[in-house]
């Protein structure tokens, strides 16, 4: 994957692997306008990247989000080895500062054993996001949320020592939490001030570049409300359009950097490198 210097910061992609996925998964669009936008599909199939991100900085090796380890398809889990190829020893990773806490994101802190892939390294969630998949199922939740939850303890449980738990707004290790729920209750953007520069890890806000750049509206069926998560997409890129920082996003077609612009009332994007 590409890196991207931001002013003072170096970003480095380092991939997962790739995700199959399916227009079947579209809401709120034509389902051949997004045929259309995605280049074409035999039958609505499409793959999509899985990237995570380091930044090495004051000492510290931060890497965001950890991929799906083994647990959805055999074309994933592939990040330990690509950052040992990329010359960073997973042991070397300080901290991991997760988007949302879904499979794709946060499998991979694990082995197929439950032993931590990364065993120096503290989590840093937003406490939002952490409190929804952290606790137990209450009658009431929504059953798609049950699988995730239980999920999530073997996730986590390496690292319960090492859970820091940030609040909106709270700047930690450089970077500004901001909330864009939605997709995930505590779902978050990870906004990284640098000299002469800003970066923002998009997470999945936008999930499928192709489509949900220039059709905001356009939601997901993974989205736990999609209603809420085309509002945190729209005021994400209008903030990245009118602040220029560039963003990457966790399955934002390669090079995966770039800047959002303006175009009439929706956006489009500018890849970087
Ligand atoms: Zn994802």
Redesign the pocket.
């Known amino acids: 994957m590409a890196s991207m210097r931001v002013g003072d910061v170096e970003v480095q992609g380092i991939g997962d692997g790739i995700?199959k996925t399916s227009l079947d998964l579209v809401i709120g669009m034509e389902r051949a306008v997004a045929d259309k936008l995605v280049g074409g599909t035999q039958d609505g199939s499409l793959f999509i990247p899985?990237n995570n991100f380091v930044i090495r900085r004051a000492g510290k090796v931060i890497m965001i989000d950890a991929g799906a380890g083994n647990t959805m398809q055999p074309t994933l889990g592939k990040l330990p080895a690509n950052l040992r190829a990329a010359g960073i020893e997973p042991g070397a990773v300080t901290h991991i500062v997760m988007t949302?806490l879904?499979p794709?994101?946060a499998n991979g802190l694990v082995d197929d054993a439950g032993a931590p892939h990364y065993p120096n390294a503290e989590i840093v969630v937003h406490r939002t996001e952490a409190d929804f998949w952290m606790r137990p199922h209450r009658a009431g939740d929504p059953d798609r949320t049950k699988g995730n939850r239980e999920r999530t303890a073997i996730n986590m449980k390496p690292y319960l020592e090492r859970v820091h738990r940030v609040r909106d707004g709270e700047e930690y290790l450089g970077f500004t939490p901001v909330l864009a729920p939605g997709?995930t209750p505590g779902h978050t953007c990870w906004l990284l001030a640098a000299s002469g520069g800003g970066f923002m890890a998009l997470?999945?806000v936008v999930?499928l570049s192709a489509i949900q750049i220039s059709h905001p509206d356009a939601a997901l069926a993974?989205d736990l409300d999609k209603d809420q998560a085309i509002k945190s997409r729209k005021r994400i890129l209008d903030m990245a359009a009118t602040e220029r920082f560039a963003i990457a996003g966790?399955?934002v077609n390669a090079p995966g950097f770039g800047y959002v612009v303006r175009k009439g009332a929706t956006f489009g994007f500018e890849p970087a490198g």
């Open positions: 995700l899985v949302h879904h794709d994101h997709h997470g999945d999930h993974y966790a399955h």
